[in-house]
C-alpha cells in the first residue's frame, strides 16, 4: 500500500512537472476550463458542456502537436561559480551557442535540475519538520513529507529569461540565478531552451544537456569580534605539513629518512652528497589548537536545530582566524572525523565544503565522539561545542572537559527554554541574534 | 495573460442569453467591463479581497444549500448544475472590485484558506497576485452550456469568444497564418470530438443498460435464482416500499406481486411470451385501469425507484391503479406492471379484489417440465399420488409434503456431482430458502397437470410503528407460486412461516437508528419545495447593500493615483506603521515622516516618542531599503507598531 501511495506520488509529480514546463498561464486556465467542463458535461445529454469540453481540448490537443515539432540546433555553455551559500541567490551566465543555418528566434532559456523525487526508503524514513503535529491521514500519507522533501532538493530559479535573435554560429549569452535551498552539492543537469507554439497555450522545449556543479556552503552568522581564550600548548612532533613554524627552533639537526617523512623535509643537499635520503629535524612547536565539536547525533533527521547548528559551525570556522592557530573540527560522520585548518594546512573553504555534505548520525554516536574529542584534550587550547540536545552524556562530556581546564564555549542549538548553567542557548530561527549577543 | 477589451462583456451576454437571464448578463456586462473604463479606483486592502471572496463563498454555498432544498429531484445533480449556472453572477463581486481596486489584480490568498493561514504564520510569505478576470470568462463560457439548448450556437459562441479571448495570449512571434491554420484545426477537432462523444455516449448507455438489467430483479422478463449457490444469503436492510393499508383496522396484503415466469432456464426463471402493452391513464391522468371490476381494497404504496423506474409490487387482483403520477405504465400479460415516474420515491395506491385477477390464461408454458427436472419431479408427483388428485387437492397435498421441510438461507457445500439443486432439495437436505419452495411447489403442481407460475415480490410482515406504516425491507423479498384451480389463478406460499422470524433475527443491531435515519431522508424527499418570497429578497438585498457599503466605504484611492493607469501597490504597503499613524495627528502630503514626528512630538509621551524613534527607521528601511527588511526586523516592526497602535488607541479613548 505504502509503495502504492509512493508510485502515486511519483506519478503526480511527473505530472505536474510535465505541466508546469509546458504549459503557459493561458494553458493551465484551457486545461482548467476544461476538466470542469468535462465534469459538468459527462451526460452529454443533460448539458452542453461536453462542446466546450471538446474544443478545450482540441485546442490542447493541437498547441500540444506543434510543440512537438520544436527543434533548435545549439550548444549551452554555463558560466557557474564553485561556491554558493544556502540561501544566498547567485547570479550566472549562460551563453547559447546557434549551431544551426537560421538564426534562432523568440527563445526562452531555463536552468534544468537533476529530478529530485526522493527514493521510496528516504521518503519512509524523513521527516519533515513539525510532522508530528499533521494529522493522522497527512502523516500516513506522507504527500507534504513528499513535497518538502522536493522543494529542499530544488533550488529557487530564475524564470524564463528571453534571448535575443541568435544569427547562425554565433553565441550570445543570458543572465540565470539560483537560490539554494539548502548547503550541499547542486547537480545542474540540462539547460532548456523553449518556444511558445502559436497559440501561446504550450511551449516546445529542447533539453541541451550541460552538467554542471555548485557547492552551496552552509549559511553563516556574523559573529562578534571575539578572541578565543586559552593557551598555547605543546604538539608533540609539529604540524608536519605547516608551512609556518610558529615558535619552534629552527631546526635541530639531520638525521636517516623514515617512511612517513614527508619530502619538504628532504635535505637534498646531503642526499646529494650521501647517496641516501637524510631529512631535517625539527623541534616540536608550541600554539594554539582549537577545536570545533559539532554534535550531529539526533534522531530528527536534518530538522531547522540541524541546519542552524551547522550554521553555527560554519560561522565559526569563518570567524576564527587560523593563521597563527590550528583549528580541528570534529564531528560524526559513519565514524569520527577530523579536519584541521590553519597555519597553511587545509583552506577554510575545504572546511566549509565538508560542513556542506555534514548528515546527522545516530544518536548513540555521541559516546564515541566525546571520547575522540577526551583523547586529545592535552593538545587543545580551547573548544566550541554546537550540541543539538541536552542530556546526561553531553552533560558529562562538558562537565569532563571542564576540569582538564581547556577553555569552553558551549552552544545549544535547541527549541528547549530551559538553559543549563554555563550554556548559550540558540533557538533556531534567531540563531543571529543570539550569536551577536556572544562576547 | 490579459484579455482583450471586451471579451468579458461578451461572454457574459452570450451565458445571459443561452441561460435566459437577458437583464442579468446585461447588468454584469456592463458593471464588469465598465469598470475598467472608470476612473474611479479604491485602495483595496488584502483583507478586503478576502471579505469579498468569502461574500461569494457565503453566496455560493446559499445558492447551493437553497437549491439543494428547493429543486425537484434528482437534487445533487439539479443543485449543482443550478449553481454552476449562476457562478457568474455568484463571483461578479471579486472581478468588480479587482477591476476597481488601485492595483487591479487579486491577491491570491484572499480565495484560499490554506494560503491565508500560510500568509498569516509566515513572515517572508510571498504574495502571488493574478488577473482572475480570463479565470471569470471561462466560468461564463462553462456556465452557459449547462441550460441544455441542443443546438449549434454554443459551440460557435464558444470558439468565437474562446478565439477572441485567445488573443491575449498570442506570443509576439507568432504569424498570423500559422495562428489560424492551428485554430481553425482546433476547431475542427472540437467539432468532430463534440459529435463523436454524443455518440460514444449513446452506445455506452445501450451497453451499461442492457448489462445493467440483466442482473436486476425489477426485470420483468427473467428472475436469476440462487439455486445451488454455497454460504449465506446475503441480505439487505434498505427500504424498498412503505404499505399504507387504507381503510382502518385493514390487514395489508400478506404478498405484493411484481413478476411472474413462465420457463425455467438452468438457475434462471424466464417470462416467455409476455409482451409489455401501454396502459392508457383515465382523464384524472393519474388513475390507470387494469381491469374491469371494482377494488374492494385499496392499498397505498411509496416504491422506490431505480433511476426514476420501478417493476410495481401490488397485491393480488389489482384491478386498478389511482393516484399515480406516473409518465409511462406498461404492463405485461403475466401481471407485473411496469411504471416511469423519475425522482427516488413513488406513491401509487393500489384497489384490489379477492375475486378478479386478469391474468393470462393457462398455455403449454404453464404446464412444461424443464428436461433436468422431468424425471425428478414426475418421481416425487408419483411418490404423493398427485395425479389422482384434484387440482385443490394436489395444492393441498404438496403443501403437506413441504411443510416437514425446514427453511435456511445457509448452504454449506456444493450439491454433489449429478444432481442438481432442486434434487438435493427435494430427496436429500429438504432445507432451503424461497426460491428452492417456489419452484419445486410450481414444478410439482405442473407434473400434477395443474398449470403454474413462478412468482415473485414482496412479503409484508414488518410494522413500523416510528413510520405507522407497514415497511418492506430488500431483504423482504419473496418468490411464491401461483396455481390456476378452480378457473382462477391463486398465490401458493409453501415457504414455512418461520422464514419471517429467522430473516428478522438476523437484522444488525443498528438497524432502529438506520430506519430513523431512512425515515428522515424519506420525509425530506417528500417534502415540498421551499419558498423564496419577496421579503427573503428584500432582506438579502439590504444586507448585501450594507455589505458593498461597509467595504468600499472610505476606501476611495486619490484621483492622482487613479489617473495612472495600472496603478500598483508600492514596496512596504503593508507596514503596520499606517496603523501608528493612523491614531495620530494626521501628517500633511508635503510633510516627511520625519518633519511630522518633530511637529507633533510635544503633544506626546516620552514612552511613544522613543517607540516612534525605533520604529520610523525600521519603518523606512521595509518601506525604501532595496535590501528590505530580514525576518527578525519584519516581526519587530510589526508587534512594536501594533503595541503602539493599541496603546494610543487606548489612549484615546
Given at each position: 500500500m505504502k509503495r502504492l501511495t509512493y508510485l502515486g506520488l511519483r506519478a503526480l509529480s511527473a505530472l505536474q512537472h510535465f505541466g508546469s514546463e509546458r504549459l503557459t498561464l493561458a494553458g493551465w486556465l484551457v486545461l482548467g476550463a476544461a476538466g470542469t467542463a468535462a465534469a459538468l458535461g459527462i451526460d452529454t445529454s443533460r448539458t452542453m458542456n461536453f462542446q466546450a469540453f471538446t474544443f478545450g481540448a482540441a485546442l490542447l490537443l493541437v498547441a500540444f502537436v506543434v510543440a512537438w515539432f520544436f527543434r533548435v540546433r545549439a550548444g549551452v555553455a554555463r558560466e557557474l561559480p564553485r561556491y554558493a551559500t544556502a540561501g544566498e541567490r547567485f547570479d550566472y551566465r549562460v551563453v547559447v551557442h546557434n549551431q544551426g543555418k537560421r538564426a534562432i528566434e523568440a527563445l526562452s532559456v531555463r536552468e534544468t535540475l537533476r529530478d529530485p523525487r526522493p527514493g521510496y526508503a528516504e521518503w519512509r524514513r524523513a521527516r519533515e519538520p513539525g510532522e508530528e503535529r499533521r494529522n493522522w491521514f497527512d502523516r500516513e500519507q506522507g504527500y507534504f513529507r513528499w513535497r518538502w522533501l522536493i522543494e529542499r532538493r530544488t533550488p529557487e530559479r530564475a524564470t524564463r529569461a528571453a534571448l535575443e535573435s541568435v544569427p547562425p554560429g554565433e553565441r550570445r549569452s543570458v543572465t540565470l540565478w539560483l537560490r539554494p535551498r539548502r548547503r550541499g552539492r547542486l547537480e545542474l543537469d540540462a539547460v532548456q531552451l523553449s518556444r511558445l507554439e502559436p497559440l501561446g497555450l504550450v511551449r516546445g522545449l529542447a533539453k541541451i544537456s550541460a552538467p554542471g556543479r555548485v557547492i552551496a556552503l552552509p549559511k553563516r552568522y556574523r559573529l562578534p569580534a571575539f578572541a578565543l581564550p586559552g593557551q598555547r600548548r605543546f604538539q608533540q612532533g609539529g604540524v608536519t605539513l605547516a608551512t609556518s613554524v610558529g615558535d619552534s627552533e629552527e631546526f635541530i639537526g639531520l638525521r636517516e629518512y623514515r617512511p612517513g617523512d614527508p619530502l619538504q623535509r628532504v635535505h637534498w643537499k646531503s642526499y646529494a652528497r650521501t647517496g641516501s635520503p637524510i631529512v631535517k629535524e625539527f623541534q616540536d612547536e608550541f600554539f594554539e589548537r582549537h577545536a570545533l565539536i559539532l554534535d550531529t547525533s539526533t534522531d530528527r533527521g536534518e530538522d531547522a536545530a540541524f541546519e542552524e547548528a551547522v550554521a553555527v559551525a560554519a560561522s565559526f570556522v569563518y570567524a576564527i582566524d587560523t593563521r597563527e592557530c590550528l583549528l580541528d573540527l570534529l564531528f560524526v560522520g559513519g565514524e569520527v572525523r577530523t579536519y584541521t585548518a590553519g597555519r597553511g594546512q587545509m583552506q577554510?573553504?575545504?572546511?566549509?565544503?565538508?560542513?556542506?555534505?555534514?548528515?546527522?548520525?545516530?544518536?548513540?554516536?555521541?559516546?564515541?565522539?566525546?571520547?575522540?574529542?577526551?583523547?586529545?584534550?592535552?593538545?587543545?587550547?580551547?573548544?566550541?561545542?554546537?550540541?543539538?540536545?541536552?542530556?546526561?552524556?553531553?552533560?558529562?562530556?562538558?562537565?569532563?572537559?571542564?576540569?582538564?581546564?581547556?577553555?569552553?564555549r558551549v552552544l545549544l542549538v535547541s527549541e528547549t527554554t530551559q538553559v543549563p548553567a554555563g550554556v548559550t542557548l540558540l533557538h533556531p530561527g534567531s540563531v543571529g541574534a543570539g550569536l551577536a549577543a556572544l562576547r | 495573460m490579459s484579455l482583450p477589451p471586451l471579451v468579458l462583456a461578451a461572454a457574459l451576454a452570450f451565458w445571459g442569453w443561452r441561460s435566459g437571464n437577458y437583464a442579468s448578463g446585461v447588468l454584469l456586462a456592463l458593471l464588469l467591463e465598465g469598470a475598467r473604463y472608470l476612473r474611479l479606483r479604491f485602495e483595496l486592502s488584502y483583507l478586503d479581497f478576502t471579505r469579498v471572496a468569502q461574500l461569494c463563498t457565503v453566496i455560493f454555498i446559499g445558492l447551493l444549500g437553497y437549491l439543494f432544498a428547493s429543486v425537484e429531484p434528482p437534487r445533487t445533480a439539479r443543485a449543482v448544475l443550478t449553481t454552476m449556472l449562476w457562478l457568474p453572477a455568484v463571483l461578479a463581486p471579486l472581478v468588480i472590485a479587482q477591476r476597481l481596486s488601485t492595483g487591479g489584480l487579486l491577491p491570491l490568498s484572499a480565495l484560499f484558506r490554506y494560503l491565508r493561514k500560510m500568509r498569516e504564520r509566515d513572515p517572508d510569505y510571498r504574495e502571488t497576485e493574478l488577473d482572475f478576470a480570463p479565470i471569470y470568462c471561462a466560468i461564463c463560457l462553462v456556465a452557459a452550456g449547462i441550460p441544455n439548448q441542443r443546438d449549434v450556437f454554443y459551440y460557435t459562441g464558444v470558439v468565437l469568444i474562446g478565439c477572441w479571448a485567445l488573443a491575449g495570449a498570442r506570443p509576439d512571434h507568432a504569424?498570423?497564418?500559422?495562428?489560424?491554420?492551428?485554430?481553425?484545426?482546433?476547431?475542427?477537432?472540437?467539432?468532430?470530438?463534440?459529435?463523436?462523444?454524443?455518440?460514444?455516449?449513446?452506445?455506452?448507455?445501450?451497453?451499461?443498460?442492457?448489462?445493467?438489467?440483466?442482473?436486476?430483479?425489477?426485470?420483468?422478463?427473467?428472475?436469476?435464482?440462487?439455486?445451488?449457490?454455497?454460504?449465506?444469503?446475503?441480505?439487505?436492510?434498505?427500504?424498498?416500499?412503505?404499505?399504507?393499508?387504507?381503510?382502518?383496522?385493514?390487514?395489508?396484503?400478506?404478498?405484493?406481486?411484481?413478476?411472474?415466469?413462465?420457463?425455467?432456464?438452468?438457475?434462471?426463471?424466464?417470462?416467455?411470451?409476455?409482451?409489455?402493452?401501454?396502459?392508457?391513464?383515465?382523464?384524472?391522468?393519474?388513475?390507470?385501469?387494469?381491469?374491469?371490476?371494482?377494488?374492494?381494497?385499496?392499498?397505498?404504496?411509496?416504491?422506490?425507484?431505480?433511476?426514476?423506474?420501478?417493476?410495481?409490487?401490488?397485491?393480488?387482483?389489482?384491478?386498478?391503479?389511482?393516484?399515480?403520477?406516473?409518465?409511462?405504465?406498461?404492463?405485461?400479460?403475466?401481471?407485473?406492471?411496469?411504471?416511469?415516474?423519475?425522482?427516488?420515491?413513488?406513491?401509487?395506491?393500489?384497489?384490489?379484489?379477492?375475486?378478479?385477477?386478469?391474468?393470462?390464461?393457462?398455455?403449454?408454458?404453464?404446464?412444461?417440465?424443464?428436461?433436468?427436472?422431468?424425471?425428478?419431479?414426475?418421481?416425487?408427483?408419483?411418490?404423493?399420488?398427485?395425479?389422482?388428485?384434484?387440482?385443490?387437492?394436489?395444492?393441498?397435498?404438496?403443501?403437506?409434503?413441504?411443510?416437514?421441510?425446514?427453511?435456511?438461507?445457509?448452504?454449506?457445500?456444493?450439491?454433489?456431482?449429478?444432481?442438481?439443486?432442486?434434487?438435493?432439495?427435494?430427496?436429500?437436505?429438504?432445507?432451503?430458502?424461497?426460491?428452492?419452495?417456489?419452484?419445486?411447489?410450481?414444478?410439482?403442481?405442473?407434473?400434477?397437470?395443474?398449470?403454474?407460475?413462478?412468482?415473485?415480490?414482496?412479503?409484508?410482515?414488518?410494522?413500523?410503528?416510528?413510520?405507522?406504516?407497514?415497511?418492506?425491507?430488500?431483504?423482504?423479498?419473496?418468490?411464491?407460486?401461483?396455481?390456476?384451480?378452480?378457473?382462477?389463478?391463486?398465490?401458493?406460499?409453501?415457504?414455512?412461516?418461520?422464514?419471517?422470524?429467522?430473516?428478522?433475527?438476523?437484522?444488525?443491531?443498528?438497524?432502529?437508528?438506520?430506519?430513523?435515519?431512512?425515515?428522515?431522508?424519506?420525509?425530506?424527499?417528500?417534502?415540498?419545495?421551499?419558498?423564496?418570497?419577496?421579503?427573503?429578497?428584500?432582506?438579502?438585498?439590504?444586507?448585501?447593500?450594507?455589505?458593498?457599503?461597509?467595504?468600499?466605504?472610505?476606501?476611495?484611492?486619490?484621483?492622482?493615483?487613479?489617473?495612472?493607469?495600472?496603478?500598483?501597490?508600492?514596496?512596504?504597503?503593508?507596514?503596520?506603521?499606517?496603523?501608528?499613524?493612523?491614531?495620530?495627528?494626521?501628517?500633511?502630503?508635503?510633510?516627511?515622516?520625519?518633519?511630522?514626528?518633530?511637529?507633533?512630538?510635544?503633544?506626546?509621551?516620552?514612552?511613544?516618542?522613543?517607540?516612534?524613534?525605533?520604529?520610523?527607521?525600521?519603518?523606512?528601511?521595509?518601506?525604501?531599503?532595496?535590501?528590505?527588511?530580514?525576518?527578525?526586523?519584519?516581526?519587530?516592526?510589526?508587534?512594536?507598531?501594533?503595541?503602539?497602535?493599541?496603546?494610543?488607541?487606548?489612549?484615546?479613548?
Open positions: 577554510l573553504e575545504h572546511m566549509l565544503e565538508v560542513l556542506a555534505g555534514v548528515g546527522p548520525s545516530a544518536p548513540a554516536d555521541f559516546a564515541e565522539l566525546a571520547r575522540a574529542v577526551l583523547a586529545q584534550r592535552g593538545a587543545l587550547t580551547s573548544c566550541v561545542v554546537v550540541l543539538l540536545s541536552w542530556d546526561d552524556a553531553r552533560r558529562s562530556f562538558v562537565d569532563a572537559l571542564r576540569r582538564t581546564g581547556v577553555e569552553l | 504569424r498570423l497564418a500559422p495562428r489560424v491554420i492551428t485554430l481553425v484545426a482546433a476547431i475542427v477537432l472540437g467539432y468532430a470530438g463534440q459529435a463523436g462523444l454524443s455518440r460514444a455516449q449513446a452506445a455506452l448507455e445501450d451497453w451499461v443498460s442492457d448489462w445493467y438489467l440483466s442482473g436486476m430483479d425489477s426485470n420483468p422478463y427473467q428472475s436469476r435464482t440462487d439455486l445451488g449457490s454455497v454460504g449465506r444469503l446475503k441480505t439487505d436492510e434498505s427500504i424498498v416500499l412503505r404499505v399504507y393499508p387504507q381503510a382502518h383496522g385493514d390487514a395489508p396484503p400478506k404478498l405484493l406481486h411484481r413478476s411472474s415466469f413462465t420457463t425455467l432456464e438452468g438457475n434462471t426463471w424466464v417470462a416467455r411470451r409476455a409482451p409489455m402493452s401501454e396502459l392508457q391513464p383515465l382523464a384524472d391522468g393519474t388513475s390507470w385501469p387494469i381491469t374491469a371490476g371494482r377494488g374492494e381494497h385499496r392499498t397505498r404504496i411509496f416504491t422506490r425507484l431505480e433511476n426514476g423506474k420501478a417493476v410495481l409490487a401490488l397485491p393480488e387482483g389489482t384491478v386498478r391503479l389511482e393516484d399515480a403520477a406516473a409518465l409511462l405504465m406498461r404492463r405485461n400479460a403475466l401481471g407485473a406492471v411496469q411504471a416511469e415516474f423519475g425522482g427516488d420515491w413513488a406513491p401509487y395506491t393500489a384497489s384490489s379484489t379477492e375475486t378478479s385477477a386478469d391474468y393470462a390464461s393457462p398455455t403449454d408454458e404453464d404446464l412444461l417440465l424443464p428436461r433436468q427436472e422431468r424425471a425428478l419431479v414426475e418421481g416425487v408427483a408419483a411418490k404423493l399420488g398427485l395425479h389422482a388428485l384434484a387440482p385443490r387437492e394436489a395444492v393441498a397435498r404438496i403443501h403437506e409434503h413441504l411443510a416437514g421441510f425446514s427453511y435456511s438461507t445457509y448452504r454449506e457445500g456444493s450439491i454433489l456431482p449429478g444432481r442438481t439443486p432442486l434434487e438435493d432439495f427435494l430427496l436429500h437436505s429438504k432445507s432451503g430458502h424461497c426460491e428452492y419452495f417456489a419452484a419445486a411447489t410450481t414444478l410439482l403442481l405442473r407434473a400434477a397437470g395443474v398449470p403454474a407460475r413462478y412468482a415473485t415480490g414482496f412479503s409484508v410482515q414488518e410494522y413500523s410503528k416510528l413510520e405507522n406504516a407497514y415497511i418492506v425491507r430488500a431483504r423482504h423479498a419473496h418468490a411464491w407460486a401461483r396455481a390456476y384451480v378452480d378457473g382462477r389463478w391463486i398465490d401458493v406460499d409453501n415457504t414455512p412461516p418461520s422464514w419471517a422470524e429467522e430473516e428478522a433475527s438476523r437484522a444488525p443491531f443498528w438497524e432502529g437508528f438506520a430506519d430513523l435515519l431512512r425515515w428522515a431522508q424519506f420525509r425530506f424527499t417528500q417534502g415540498g419545495p421551499l419558498q423564496f418570497g419577496v421579503g427573503g429578497a428584500a432582506v438579502l438585498i439590504v444586507l448585501l447593500a450594507y455589505f458593498v457599503w461597509r467595504l468600499f466605504r472610505g476606501k476611495r484611492a486619490a484621483a492622482r493615483l487613479a489617473a495612472l493607469p495600472g496603478a500598483r501597490r508600492y514596496a512596504g504597503a503593508d507596514s503596520e506603521f499606517y496603523a501608528v499613524e493612523a491614531r495620530l495627528a494626521p501628517r500633511a502630503p508635503h510633510e516627511s515622516l520625519g518633519d511630522w514626528l518633530a511637529r507633533i512630538a510635544p503633544t506626546l509621551d516620552g514612552a511613544a516618542r522613543d517607540a516612534l524613534a525605533q520604529l520610523v527607521p525600521l519603518h523606512y528601511r521595509y518601506r525604501f531599503d532595496p535590501q528590505g527588511i530580514d525576518a527578525s526586523e519584519r516581526r519587530a516592526l510589526r508587534a512594536q507598531s501594533l503595541a503602539l497602535a493599541a496603546r494610543l488607541e487606548s489612549a484615546n479613548g
